[in-house]
């Protein structure tokens, strides 16, 4: 068995990060009795979850009647960096006091509920006065009657990563707090499962035909993903001569390349001869 390593010097999409080409020497003839399989993966977990290209970063909130559009940035983010950026914008739209002990107050928050594999949207009533001993540095208008304000889904697919429907909005009816929970699995991280192709493999099985290998990602965002498998799981060459191979790193659901950040990637991939 013979093996190659595509690396960060074969890197043919600097956009993305996730197309790699080797060119041979020289050209080589595979036939039948030539078969590969993925050796081992080294690579570091750096693509987005929530992105303007997923379309699943648009949500919005509603206070006393006014909408209020939020949109975050490219992220590899979690339900605590959500509800940061939540929080930003409510101050940036003076939608906040300050209590006693100088902590700003919210009446929204996004927590992550790990008992029941949800996540919790939590308002609270906002007050026709000023409370005792609190402070309102946005100079804040308070209302005639008190509400609670809404946090709302919009447009795109933001309402997966919380795991509520596309058409969820919570109660603007005042009440001291109101608390709910995900109606379906978060799907914080769409893209935790990744597939490789590469050119010049007709697997029958597999769609499309030249996926030769699939895995998981368990590291947390950021880290290095080191995948080996257990066992190597050949596939075949169609029969000819090759220059090149071209490997490429996939979403498993759209099949489309995933925008890596991080370009420090080392895939090995090891080459059988049946007739030697």
Avoid: C
């Avoid at 919380?162 to 001291?176: D, H, K, L, N, P």
């Avoid at 030249?210 to 596939?235: D, H």
Wanted: aromatic share 12%; charged share 10%.
């Amino acid at each position: 068995m013979k093996v190659i390593n595509f690396t960060t010097t074969h890197i043919t999409d600097t956009t993305n990060n996730s197309t790699l080409q080797y060119e041979f020497p020289s050209s080589v003839e595979f036939n039948k009795n030539h078969s590969i399989a993925v050796g081992n993966i080294s690579m570091f977990y750096s693509w987005y979850n929530i992105s303007s290209a997923k379309n699943n970063n648009i949500f919005a909130y509603e206070w006393n009647g006014v909408t209020y559009n939020i949109t975050l940035p490219n992220m590899l983010g979690e339900i605590k960096d959500i509800n940061a950026y939540l929080q930003l914008k409510l101050i940036e739209n003076g939608h906040y006091l300050v209590d006693a002990n100088g902590d700003n107050v919210y009446y929204i928050e996004l927590l992550v509920n790990s008992s029941q594999y949800g996540v919790n949207v939590i308002t609270y009533q906002f007050p026709t006065s000023l409370p005792t001993n609190y402070s309102n540095p946005a100079n804040l208008s308070f209302p005639n009657a008190s509400f609670n304000p809404v946090f709302k889904m919009t447009t795109g697919t933001f309402h997966k990563i919380i795991g509520y429907s596309s058409t969820f909005a919570t109660s603007a009816v005042a009440q001291s707090s109101r608390t709910y929970l995900s109606s379906t699995a978060p799907i914080l991280n769409p893209n935790a499962n990744i597939v490789l192709s590469l050119s010049g493999i007709q697997n029958e099985y597999a769609s499309p035909n030249n996926i030769i290998y699939s895995f998981g990602v368990s590291t947390a965002r950021g880290s290095q993903i080191l995948e080996k498998p257990a066992q190597l799981n050949f596939n075949h060459f169609v029969k000819g001569s090759y220059k090149s191979l071209t490997l490429r790193i996939l979403d498993s659901i759209t099949l489309q390349p995933l925008q890596i950040l991080d370009n420090e990637i080392s895939i090995m991939l090891v080459i059988k001869d049946k007739s030697k």
